[in-house]
């Protein structure tokens, strides 16, 4: 039986009990502790009158010290009763007390709250004996299992990638691992499964499913880590209603069983460009309103130079009367996205219309805008990519300053049709918006030799209340159109050769249309356990700055090592 377990109808029963003390109380004679293991916590009493040797030797016991007990279940007095606790309507009278292991003083307590990331991490053995990162834990683990009973139902087969692989371009850094039986060269660990599935669909499985570990070598923030775990998914001969009803299968089958939430199906969807206009996002919060409008085409040939010089005017409609320094602050919140500062009207609610530029804008401008008393209406006016950028990011920020958000909401909805390609500034060429293996979407085949920057791929997203959990497209199995994105990606054909050759083979030799999709498991944790950092659903992440406080890795190597990978470190500081 386990401590979290015992109940009123196991009064009378004489238990064996192990776990760790949580806590002990001393009551002058009696003495309480709390028996903790990963099932909850049952009271311990240690009597002298019935129990003289545990009670002795229970003033050693300390926090977090491992105890075997053994005695009967007892009803507590009723004014001893702890509702608060599922264990608190019964105690153990323990008999007989072991040590079976001891603990020093503690780095810190388990009930302490605020403790620095740095050194929970060091001790994470202690930091995930706390009941949240216990929940956790096993909340991931009944997410995983969940998954892996709907996909094997839909008969799906989990297959194994390699870890030492080939770059993968999926736009973020390579992790590299020398090899030392080719001195020079190395591999790469995959950020994603990516060409092996395919290969595999090429192969002839048609149903590809694994729970893989992807690694980016990308600076972290809260929501991102450098190994990220996905359910990753392709399938042969796709139909798209296919793929989205099993998705949808396995994040509501998820959620109900997890979180005894229900999500209805279908999703609701939505095209990249109608989610750009109206929420300035490729991952809009569907939680509430506060939607963009346009106002391009009222304001051509505006009076307002600003306007009148922007590509692109949309507006929010914040129903609010914000004050001078409410209005500052948002501008500042709009500049450190880009914008160069934030143009507003205010309808007061006494009825007076307040604002700098209101006397530049003709009365159509003046009826567009128009709203009701106590509201303010704030502009973004720039190229359209600007302003979804600032005009979005001022949607989240007022959703969450102004409550607009309700939280027992879950808004799922897929995001269809995002463009192919984005042309980089910097590098003066395009970049793919998902990766390079995605196919255009039916119709815009030809786009793609013309005006590439105008095709649609066929790609989605599904989205959670403003996350990306799940991503993925129809893929190209023709040699030459891959060929040509590549083109367009400014990949040489030698390059290819190089990097992409067998991919390339492999299409050429009977390569059926498919089609997938990969969710990231952290992110869909970070939604069902309520956490906002992804560090919180993983057993041992690293820390923020890519390292792990726990083992010291990574940690600098033998010389003997190096020489045998025929490496040589060249730091000016490099610790011998
Ligand atoms: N490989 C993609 C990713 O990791 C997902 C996919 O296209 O299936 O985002």
């Known amino acids: 039986m386990l401590c979290g377990e015992v109940q009123a109808d196991h009064v009378g029963r004489t238990l064996t009990l192990s776990g760790w003390a949580s806590s002990t109380r001393d009551h002058g004679g009696l003495v309480f502790v709390d028996l903790r293991d990963r099932a909850g916590t049952c009271q311990l009493v240690i009597n002298p009158a019935n129990a003289p040797e545990a ?80 929940r956790n834990i096993a909340l991931r683990a009944r997410m995983v299992g969940r998954i892996r009973r709907v ?60 729970i893989a570990i992807c690694f980016r070598d990308e600076d972290l923030r809260a929501d991102r880590v450098q190994e990220i775990t996905q359910l ?33 199906t279908p999703f609701r969807r939505m095209s990249w460009d109608e989610a750009d206009l109206r929420y300035g996002s490729d991952k809009p919060d569907l939680r509430f309103g506060l939607e963009i409008e346009d106002a391009t085409e009222v304001t051509r040939g505006s009076g307002f130079g600003v306007f009148a010089g922007a590509d692109a005017v949309r507006f929010l409609r914040i129903p609010k009367e914000l004050s001078r320094g409410e209005l500052a602050k948002l501008e500042e919140v709009a500049k450190e996205w880009g914008a160069k500062g934030l143009a507003y009207v205010i309808y007061a609610a006494d009825g007076e ?16 805008f128009h709203s009701e008393p106590g509201t303010t209406v704030v502009f973004g006016a720039s190229s359209p990519a600007m302003v979804s950028r600032v005009l979005g990011n001022l949607r989240l920020h007022l959703g969450r300053e102004l409550g607009l958000i309700d939280d027992s909401l879950w808004s799922p909805c897929w995001i269809v049709e995002f463009p192919m390609f984005e042309w980089d500034e910097d590098d003066q060429r395009f970049g793919a918006v998902h990766h390079p293996f995605t196919r255009p979407r039916v119709g815009d085949e030809h786009l793609l030799a013309s005006e590439p920057g105008k095709a649609k791929a066929h790609a989605y997203d599904l989205t959670l209340n403003g996350l990306e959990i799940g991503g993925g497209s129809f893929r190209i199995y023709e040699q030459e159109l891959q060929a040509q994105a590549f083109d367009i990606l400014h990949i040489s054909p030698e390059q290819q050769r190089a990097k992409f050759g067998f991919l390339l083979d492999a299409l050429a030799m009977g390569a059926p249309p498919m089609a997938g999709i990969a969710f990231g498991m952290e992110r869909m944790m970070m939604l069902l356990a309520g956490e906002s950092n992804l560090r919180d659903v993983i057993a041992f992440p690293k820390n923020q700055g890519g390292s792990d406080p726990m083992t010291g890795a990574p940690s600098d190597v033998d010389d003997k090592q190096l020489r045998e990978l025929r490496i040589r470190v060249d730091l000016p500081n490099t610790p011998k």
């Open 55 to 134: 009670h002795a030797l229970s003033s050693r016991i300390r926090n977090e010290f491992v105890l075997r007990v053994t005695g009967e279940l007892v009803r507590r007095a009723p004014e001893a009763v702890n509702s608060k606790v599922p264990t608190g309507e019964v105690e153990l009278q323990v008999a007989t007390l072991e040590i079976v292991s001891t603990a020093p003083a503690l780095p810190f307590q388990l009930d302490e709250e605020g403790v620095d990331e740095t050194i929970r991490l060091r001790y994470r053995w202690l930091d995930l004996r706390r009941e949240r990162l216990q």
């Open 151 to 210: 996909m094997e139902e839909a008969g799906f087969l989990d297959i194994q990638t390699p870890i030492l692989a080939k770059p993968t371009p999926e736009g973020a850094r390579d992790f590299l691992v020398p090899s030392r039986l080719t001195p020079g060269t190395f591999f790469a660990l995959p950020q994603s499964p990516q060409i092996y599935k395919q290969l595999l669909m090429i192969a002839g499985f048609d149903r590809y499913y694994q």
């Open 232 to 264: 990753d998914v392709e399938i042969a001969f796709p139909d798209q209603e296919e793929l989205f009803a099993l998705m949808e299968r396995m994040v509501s089958t998820v959620w109900r069983e997890c979180i005894d939430v229900e999500l209805p």
């Open 353 to 368: 219309v307040r604002s700098p530029i209101a006397k530049f804008l003709s009365e159509a401008e003046l009826a567009a």
